[in-house]
């Protein structure tokens, strides 16, 4: 409410007594819809702080300002050295102007977001704060004066329709209306009238309430908490103070929530994707069983050529397909099936254990969502950031790094990061990718287990061996794919040359990486 009318009535007539007599020494801005105003007499400095940006249009009015040494620009340059000889509240209109010898004219024309900034001489436009606002070129400073009859004749000749009496009440002052009874079907017209009379009496009572929560100016007595003032000049500096704080707050606060529901929606993915994978994975017909299945059955004699091979399901107490691989026994078929078991088992454990670690990961960031939330005061919130920047978030990994289906996935970032990957961060059993015959990231799987790390990975983690190669732009791109232990430096190579001495090779579409 700090731009109602009846605040701005309060507020010039204080103003008047800070300014008359009193010359400008400057007038600049040094942030978007920021202007700063100094004006000085022999004994004493007065400062009006402007902030007309969509967000936050208030004025203030601090002791003293430092000027930025860059990126500030003077304004309205006419004005400096001049005296002010007045301070002039428009009847009825949400401006004020303060006037100078020479017939200049500042009016501080303050209507919400389109509030503004207009310089004026002998009643002729000279020159605007914000020249965005296209109906403010053609404003007449003349007629921004409207004189009306609000006397109870004219109140009852427009049947009580008050806002076309008083067209500065606004919704507070409507509200306030309504707390008080006005708008009571069948009230008689001399209550009315006085519910009027007490409530413009309150409007020009000088008393200003602050409320302590969230930044907000009334002219009548909150049920909320409040401070009491009976300076406009005093209730301005301190809702400016709050004003700015709270929204010092809200945007670190939003920074804050943003990262961290960020990593909140990372986490909730991760864990459904591979929730997905580990039923899926523990639905499926475990390797053992069919197995098992063809060790029953070593004395059947079969066409070495064949691909698949019916025998009795004795778990299921029915007919089963099983597929073969060619060339091979049975004895044999069964021996790759128990290492498929095997590596499904490891699998599974790593998925579970994957799935552990990311839901506790997730948990520590639903309580660091939530008390973040509940801070309210900057210091605090600063505190906050300090200590979990440092001890609760992990320090950034020097390679590129993703997860696919649960494995840790490593790219380079450059040549030397090439060889500090392959040299120093892999271990002998991860595996090693890289884009053939162009150079491009070194990519690693790590496999801490051992594991037989799936055809389908390898294919994914291919793809983005591919696209961080100078072959990103190809439809289909070869990649070497290999165990790290097979990935030796030559002394004396250039950085990211390397000798392979076992290698097998995959052709894939090159694809950026989705998490």
């Given at each position: 409410?700090?731009?109602?009318?009846?605040?701005?009535?309060?507020?010039?007539?204080?103003?008047?007594n800070h300014l008359l007599g009193k010359s400008t020494t400057s007038i600049f801005s040094q942030s978007k819809g920021e202007l700063l105003l100094t004006f000085e007499s022999n004994d004493s400095e007065f400062i009006i702080k402007a902030n007309l940006d969509?967000?936050?249009?208030?004025?203030?009015?601090?002791?003293?300002?430092?000027?930025?040494?860059?990126?500030?620009?003077?304004?309205?340059?006419?004005?400096?050295?001049?005296?002010?000889?007045?301070?002039?509240?428009?009847?009825?209109?949400?401006?004020?102007?303060?006037?100078?010898?020479?017939?200049?004219?500042?009016?501080?024309?303050?209507?919400?977001?389109?509030?503004?900034?207009?310089?004026?001489?002998?009643?002729?436009?000279?020159?605007?704060?914000?020249?965005?606002?296209?109906?403010?070129?053609?404003?007449?400073?003349?007629?921004?004066?409207?004189?009306?009859?609000?006397?109870?004749?004219?109140i009852q000749k427009v049947d009580f329709d008050l806002f076309q009496v008083f067209p500065t009440f606004d919704k507070h002052i409507k509200n306030q209306l309504k707390i008080k009874g006005f708008y009571q079907e069948a009230l008689e017209s001399k209550t009315k009238l006085s519910i009027l009379e007490l409530l413009i009496e309150e409007l020009n009572d000088s008393n200003f309430?602050?409320?302590?929560?969230?930044?907000?100016?009334?002219?009548?007595?909150?049920?909320?908490?409040?401070?009491?003032?009976?300076?406009?000049?005093?209730?301005?500096?301190?809702?400016?103070?709050?004003?700015?704080?709270?929204?010092?707050?809200?945007?670190?606060?939003?920074?804050?929530?943003?990262?961290?529901?960020?990593?909140?929606?990372?986490?909730?993915?991760?864990?459904?994707?591979?929730?997905?994978?580990?039923?899926?994975?523990?639905?499926?017909?475990?390797?053992?069983?069919?197995?098992?299945?063809?060790?029953?059955?070593?004395?059947?004699?079969?066409?070495?050529?064949?691909?698949?091979?019916?025998?009795?399901?004795?778990?299921?107490?029915?007919?089963?397909?099983?597929?073969?691989?060619?060339?091979?026994?049975?004895?044999?078929?069964?021996?790759?099936?128990?290492?498929?078991?095997?590596?499904?088992?490891?699998?599974?454990?790593?998925?579970?254990?994957?799935?552990?670690?990311?839901?506790?990961?997730?948990?520590?960031?639903?309580?660091?969502?939530?008390?973040?939330?509940?801070?309210?005061?900057?210091?605090?919130?600063?505190?906050?950031?300090?200590?979990?920047?440092?001890?609760?978030?992990?320090?950034?990994?020097?390679?590129?790094?993703?997860?696919?289906?649960?494995?840790?996935?490593?790219?380079?970032?450059?040549?030397?990061?090439?060889?500090?990957?392959?040299?120093?961060?892999?271990?002998?059993?991860?595996?090693?990718?890289?884009?053939?015959?162009?150079?491009?990231?070194?990519?690693?799987?790590?496999?801490?287990?051992?594991?037989?790390?799936?055809?389908?990975?390898?294919?994914?983690?291919?793809?983005?061996?591919?696209?961080?190669?100078?072959?990103?732009?190809?439809?289909?791109?070869?990649?070497?794919?290999?165990?790290?232990?097979?990935?030796?430096?030559?002394?004396?190579?250039?950085?990211?040359?390397?000798?392979?001495?076992?290698?097998?090779?995959?052709?894939?579409?090159?694809?950026?990486?989705?998490?």
């Open positions: 409410m700090q731009f109602n009318y009846y605040f701005l009535k309060a507020l010039t007539k204080e103003l008047s969509s967000q936050s249009s208030l004025l203030s009015f601090p002791s003293t300002f430092a000027r930025a040494k860059k990126n500030s620009v003077d304004l309205f340059g006419e004005l400096v050295d001049q005296t002010v000889i007045n301070v002039r509240q428009f009847e009825n209109e949400r401006s004020f102007s303060i006037q100078f010898e020479n017939e200049f004219e500042l009016l501080f024309k303050l209507h919400g977001r389109h509030a503004n900034i207009l310089l004026f001489q002998n009643n002729e436009l000279m020159s605007l704060f914000k020249n965005g606002i296209e109906k403010d070129k053609h404003l007449r400073i003349e007629e921004l004066n409207r004189p009306l009859d609000q006397s109870t004749e004219a309430y602050l409320l302590k929560g969230e930044p907000g100016l009334r002219l009548f007595k909150p049920d909320e908490e409040y401070v009491l003032y009976h300076s406009p000049c005093e209730v301005s500096n301190q809702l400016a103070r709050s004003f700015f704080t709270s929204q010092v707050v809200a945007q670190l606060k939003n920074k804050l929530l943003g990262q961290i529901n960020k990593d909140i929606k990372k986490s909730e993915s991760y864990i459904s994707q591979n929730k997905s994978k580990l039923t899926e994975i523990e639905k499926r017909r475990g390797y053992d069983e069919l197995a098992n299945i063809l060790m029953a059955n070593l004395h059947l004699k079969i066409d070495p050529s064949k691909k698949e091979i019916e025998l009795f399901d004795f778990y299921a107490n029915e007919q089963i397909k099983i597929k073969l691989k060619p060339n091979m026994s049975l004895q044999h078929n069964a021996e790759n099936l128990y290492r498929k078991a095997k590596n499904q088992s490891k699998e599974v454990e790593v998925l579970k254990n994957n799935i552990l670690s990311k839901e506790k990961s997730l948990q520590q960031l639903i309580e660091h969502k939530a008390s973040i939330s509940s801070i309210e005061d900057i210091k605090t919130l600063k505190t906050f950031e300090k200590s979990n920047t440092k001890s609760n978030f992990k320090e950034a990994s020097p390679f590129m790094e993703f997860e696919i289906e649960g494995f840790q996935v490593f790219a380079g970032k450059n040549a030397k990061n090439n060889d500090l990957l392959t040299q120093k961060f892999a271990r002998k059993d991860d595996l090693w990718l890289h884009a053939r015959d162009v150079s491009g990231s070194h990519v690693i799987i790590r496999n801490p287990n051992g594991l037989k790390i799936p055809m389908g990975v390898i294919e994914q983690v291919a793809q983005i061996a591919a696209w961080h190669s100078k072959r990103k732009s190809d439809t289909l791109c070869p990649v070497i794919y290999t165990q790290k232990k097979y990935v030796r430096k030559p002394k004396g190579s250039l950085p990211g040359q390397v000798l392979l001495s076992k290698e097998e090779v995959i052709l894939v579409e090159p694809k950026r990486a989705v998490n």
